[in-house]
């Protein structure tokens, strides 16, 4: 695998805020573009065939619908988001050990059932947008951060997921529990002077993936940028120098 390659591997764009001839105008600009993650905006307003599109296009697809529920209902829905081709599916990792078995379960059945290969389930550590001060006095909790992202980071692997979203804050210390067995993907990933709009816990690329982490996801910092492809440039380049 050339440096190319490499680059394309370890970043995911979100396309989030955007219509859906946005979205293709955008992918169009960026030909070495390989992952993007449809999340809660974007499938509520298309639902599933944005899915295959991305797809035809030739892209890999993490479906971040972040589901919670009860056991049964969230296994259900797992079962049906890995008959839609996406390759990764994210589960909130507070939804409980026995959501996480059950789903996990699930998005092997479901793909099966569609004659495609199994996504791999993510599991939510926790958004980005907590703070620790914010954090104990609304969840009433003198636990910190990086206890809470180790707990549910330990209940997804007992569970056997084996990939996890946590903040660039929390990857060194995960990589540390896990060297080579839980994928780490990693939003909250700014530039030096780029506006941190709602999240809380970030950081620049070629940090985040030095401490640990295998995928960066990244959205306006491209999507809302004048230049989308010189930010895309820019942040290829920032990762080769994390080689």
């Known amino acids: 695998m050339n440096i190319q390659e490499k680059t394309s591997e370890k970043l995911i764009l979100a396309l989030d805020g955007m219509d859906q001839s946005d979205v293709f105008a955008l992918i169009d600009k960026l030909p070495d573009l390989l992952w993007v993650k449809v999340g809660l905006e974007l499938f509520v307003t298309y639902g599933p065939q944005i899915i295959c599109r ?24 797992c079962f049906k988001a890995a008959q839609t081709g996406a390759d990764f599916i994210s589960i909130h990792a507070c939804a ?24 791999t389930l993510l599991a939510i550590t926790m958004l980005t947008s907590w703070e620790q001060e914010c954090f104990n006095k609304e969840i009433t909790t003198n636990q910190t951060i990086n206890e809470r992202v180790a ?7 007992s569970a056997g997921i084996r990939g996890c ?3 660039p804050h929390e ?73």
């Open 96 to 119: 409980g050990s026995k959501a996480l078995k059950l789903s996990n379960q699930a998005v092997i059945e479901g793909a099966a059932i569609a004659n495609l290969p199994p996504p």
């Open 54 to 77: 991305l797809r035809d296009k030739g892209k890999k697809v993490f479906l971040d619908l972040k589901f919670h529920d009860i056991p049964n209902t969230v296994s259900k829905a």
């Open 171 to 243: 990857v060194q210390f995960l990589r540390k529990m896990y060297p080579y067995d839980l994928k780490l993907i990693t939003p909250g990933i700014r530039s030096f002077d780029s506006n941190m709009h709602d999240q809380v816990r970030v950081m620049n690329a070629s940090t985040a993936l030095k401490k640990g982490a295998d995928l960066l996801v990244v959205g306006r910092l491209i999507t809302e940028s004048s230049d989308p492809l010189g930010s895309f440039e820019n942040l290829c380049k920032e990762i080769i120098d994390s080689y």
């Open 151 to 157: 707990h549910f980071a330990s209940l997804a692997f």
């Open 165 to 167: 979203v946590c903040s």
